[in-house]
Nanobody, 121 residues
Framework: QVQLVESGGALVQTGGSLRLSCAASGSIFSINDMGWYRQAPGKQRELVARISGGSTYYPDSVKDRFIISRDNAKNTMYLQMNSLKPEDTAVYYC????????????????WGQGTQVTVSS
């Protein structure tokens, strides 16, 4: 199977920065799109950044503050978060669409366990 492991979550003050990492391992033939999502208490999970090929997407809530990147050689994705606000507090999850074998061109979506980001005011 495929494992996604996030790291880098922490407690940070308003205006601070954090860099999250997501390392994918296991039965990986290729990875298509990857993304970061977050879920705050009592709220639905929301997309905060997505990267597919050379294209990236950010919702307005994080645009110009967050930067998503990936190292294909390492099967690792990053999220640089700047100018953090208390409303960024959430558990951050990474997700990836993974083709697991050469013999099938089906991509399956996998999720990490999440990493807590807390921004204090």
């Amino acid at each position: 199977q495929v494992q996604l492991v996030e790291s880098g979550g922490a407690l940070v003050q308003t205006g601070g920065s954090l860099r999250l990492s997501c390392a994918a391992s296991g039965s990986i033939f290729s990875i298509n799109d990857m993304g970061w999502y977050r879920q705050a208490p009592g709220k639905q999970r929301e997309l905060v950044a997505r990267i597919s090929g050379g294209s990236t997407y950010y919702p307005d809530s994080v645009k110009d503050r967050f930067i998503i990147s990936r190292d294909n050689a390492k099967n690792t994705m990053y999220l640089q978060m700047n100018s953090l606000k208390p409303e960024d507090t959430a558990v951050y999850y990474c997700s990836a669409a993974v083709r697991t074998t050469y013999s099938s061109d089906t991509y399956y979506r996998f999720w990490g366990q999440g990493t807590q980001v807390t921004v204090s005011s």
